[in-house]
């Protein structure tokens, strides 16, 4: 039997680099015998002898010790069991090697100590002062290559994202996929980084100077080309750089499905099968499905712990800021009311942890109750996606669309300015586009939506910016989609062969007008909303809503501080002079923002305010005065009462 030396109740699952060797555990409680084979010290074991026989305790985990083991060392696996027998690939390997290729591929043991941080200084944002950027790794930064883009390709486009003014990154799932390209929710290997988002050794070198680059001109120690070698030592990088940059890091995990594993007989759904010709034989899953792959069966407490050690793996060895769960209400609904309780104490688990952590759940048919605190008979969780306001705002681009003579819902927006139901405003998360509605045969962008027959039109310009421009005045945290932010109009793909459908990064570096203005606007909303903290705030009054007129107004504010804000939006095709619009008090009013500016930037026949009001005027809309306003057409305006500098 294979040594027990350094073996205890409390060794760590997986392979775990100590003592001047490795110890290897894994769950098994169904297997007749589990062997471990690989190469260690340059030593291959690749039989099934009993010196390389793993011990098993009561509780059905077997485990051992290999001294000389070290970082980069490959192993698998061997499993005999009464459903078949064969060589697995470990649940909780950090790597997987590329030759040979996934899913025939081994595990790599891979020290978690041996990166250097550099981002002790970081604090994860509050709730209320998120603004979400979500992106695909394998598609972001790619430019017709037909190439796969990687962790290290993103840092390239950190100086982009810190003037855009996000400071929270949501990467889709980045966890080993079954099948490349993938979108990312169909893992099947939780603990490692996907293989097509990692650069070989042999093309480091470039990547290295760009990455130190970026450490340089934060006063931090460059990296060694060891240290940036590994797959989750460049995944770490990506992190640690986005953090030394101000951007935290939310994952997006899937524990509601893993992947098809469609002749993956080394894969998880594989592990310890207690029969053949068998429905429901899976250790891990049970027989009900969701998008192509099977739900976990969290009946089972080990099933539920190792999610749980998964999303505690990541916090720990990835330094990440929290969690966007998808599509929770899978979850809860596949498992016979056991996905509720594991939603409790996955997120109980993870506060305590980490109390800072964001935990974001996705629940079809927004429900409450996911954000109300589990001893209160709640999910627990932190934030939810909301799609309240991105219906609302996305059918009243779609009907203005239409012409000037169809209805649009301003009062449908009005309703969703604030959660309903919720207790803040910073429990939903926001957005106009996202990656399932916006993805290859789904729906269209934002400005596909405003004007089908032309998206750079000054109808698809005007209108766009009034998506976003709502996006980051109203009350939420608010997620952008890659490529929103410069007016990209095409439906995305995760297939970098499909060039048709990158995102335009070209049309940046040409200087293409019209992104450079809808980029500016866009950078300039988000100062804003950091500009004005009652932008930030919970408070929100819909007071004026006119479907006709297309106007909506509203007001933004922080109680007892004075820094109040009124919001004016119009989806009519043309300019409103002197409409009349309630104020909350009377005085001076700054005119901080008009989106009709940036429409050609500078726009020299702006319609506009010329900077300022004078608010004196009889009572209106429920406040005590009022003033006759310039309202731009298809555009969103801003006023303040006390901003500050």
Request: net charge negative; hydrophobic share 40%.
């Amino acid at each position: 039997m294979i040594s027990q030396e350094n073996i205890s109740d409390t060794t760590p699952m997986g392979a775990t680099l100590a003592a001047d060797g490795a110890t290897f555990r894994v769950w098994a409680p169904h297997a007749e015998s589990v062997y471990l084979n690989g190469v260690f010290s340059g030593q291959p074991q690749w039989n099934q002898t009993d010196t390389n026989l793993m011990a098993r305790d009561a509780n059905g985990f077997w485990s051992g010790f290999v001294a000389g083991a070290t970082d980069g060392d490959v192993y698998k696996f061997y499993v005999t069991g009464l459903g078949s027998s064969g060589y697995k690939r470990d649940p909780y390997a950090r790597e997987l090697s590329t030759a040979p290729p996934y899913p025939d591929c081994n595990c790599l043991i891979r020290d978690s100590a041996s990166y250097p941080w550099h981002d002790a200084a970081f604090q994860t944002p509050d709730y209320s002062n998120m603004i979400v950027y979500q992106l695909h790794i394998g598609v972001y930064t790619a430019v017709y290559t037909g190439q796969p883009c990687t962790f290290l390709d993103v840092l390239a486009k950190i100086p982009y994202l810190v003037a855009l003014g996000i400071n929270v990154l949501q990467p889709l799932p980045i966890d080993e996929c079954e099948t490349d390209p993938s979108m990312g929710y169909n893992g099947t290997d939780y603990f490692s980084p996907d293989s097509p988002f990692i650069v070989p050794v042999n093309n480091l070198a470039s990547y290295l100077t760009s990455v130190n680059a970026l450490l340089a001109a934060k006063g931090a120690a460059p990296l060694t080309t060891a240290q940036l070698s590994s797959a989750p030592n460049q995944l770490k990088a990506m992190v640690d750089i986005c953090h030394l940059y101000g951007i935290a890091v939310v994952f997006d995990v899937v524990y509601n499905h893993a992947g098809g594993f469609d002749g993956d007989d080394s894969s998880i759904y594989f592990w310890d099968r207690e029969q053949t010709g068998d429905n429901n034989n899976s250790l891990y899953f049970t027989d009900q499905g969701l998008a192509g792959g099977l739900s976990f069966a969290l009946w089972n407490s080990d099933v539920r712990q190792f999610l749980i050690n998964n999303a505690v793996f990541l916090l720990d060895e990835f330094h990440i800021d929290g969690f966007r769960y998808d599509e929770i209400s899978a979850l809860c609904n596949l498992n016979s009311g056991t996905g509720w309780s594991f939603c409790q104490d996955l997120t109980s688990t993870l506060r305590f942890l980490r109390p800072r952590c964001i935990q974001n759940a996705e629940y079809w048919s927004v429900n409450p109750d996911v954000v109300r605190p589990s001893n209160q008979g709640g999910a627990g969780f932190d934030v939810t996606q909301h799609d309240g306001l991105r219906i609302a705002v996305r059918s009243a681009i779609k009907q203005a669309s239409y012409g000037a003579s169809a209805g649009v819902s301003m009062t449908a927006i009005a309703q969703q300015l604030f959660p309903p139901n919720f207790g803040h405003a910073w429990q939903a998360v926001t957005c106009v586009e996202n990656h399932d509605i916006v993805k290859v045969g789904t729906d269209s962008r934002i400005p596909v939506l405003a004007d089908a027959s032309n998206q750079r039109s000054w109808y698809a310009r005007s209108r766009s910016r009034v998506a976003t421009g709502l996006l980051l005045t109203a009350p939420g945290i608010p997620q952008l989609f890659m490529g929103q932010e410069f007016l990209e109009d095409k439906q995305w793909s995760e297939n970098p062969q499909n060039s048709i459908n990158l995102l335009y990064w070209q049309g940046l570096d040409i200087g293409d007008k019209t992104m450079t203005d809808h980029l500016r606007f866009t950078q300039d909303a988000i100062r804003l909303r950091w500009r004005l903290p009652a932008l930030r705030n919970d408070s929100v009054n819909p007071f004026h809503c006119h479907d006709q007129n297309r106007v909506l107004a509203f007001h933004r504010w922080i109680e007892g501080y004075g820094d109040d804000v009124v919001v004016v939006v119009s989806l009519n095709d043309a300019t409103y002079y002197g409409y009349g619009i309630g104020f909350p008090r009377p005085g001076v009013w700054l005119e901080v923002f008009n989106s009709d500016v940036y429409d050609n930037w500078v726009n020299r026949i702006v319609a506009g305010n010329g900077g300022a009001i004078v608010v004196n005027g009889s009572g209106m809309h429920g406040f005590q005065t009022s003033c006759n306003i310039v309202i731009p057409a298809n555009g969103v305006v801003v006023f303040a009462y006390n901003p500050p500098n």
